[in-house]
């Protein structure tokens, strides 16, 4: 379609704004996520049912988040607006850290996020 425009399809660059709720638990991230889901409502995307928003947000476990990256990759997602879930600032440090060392460092051979 970019070419049919006369455009540079290689130019554009698709991003998303995603949510992010990993430890190395699957169902602790799931929980959190959830929680701070339904009692925020009025600011998530209210048109999304929790089930959509797990769905599409990097939610679980390292290797569950990199299956989830991996798949936006594959539909041409090039950058990522990366928006952690937690309940104290010392969660998310320790989600920062846990998400750079077990994701971010998978990818950065391969690509940018």
Partial sequence: MAKQSG?????????????????EESSKAKKNAIGTF????GTYERDMTL???EKVSLIGSPGEIRDKVQAYIGAG???FEIKFIYPT???????????SEE???????????
């Fill in 7 to 23: 455009r540079d399809g290689d130019a554009i660059h698709l991003g998303i704004e995603v949510y992010v709720s990993i430890d």
């Fill in 38 to 41: 339904s009692a925020s409502r």
């Fill in 51 to 53: 089930e959509e928003l």
């Fill in 77 to 79: 997602v090039s950058h």
């Fill in 89 to 99: 600032i010392d969660r998310m440090l320790e989600m920062m850290s846990l998400f």
């Fill in 103 to 113: 994701v971010l460092q998978k990818f950065s051979r391969i690509t940018s996020l």
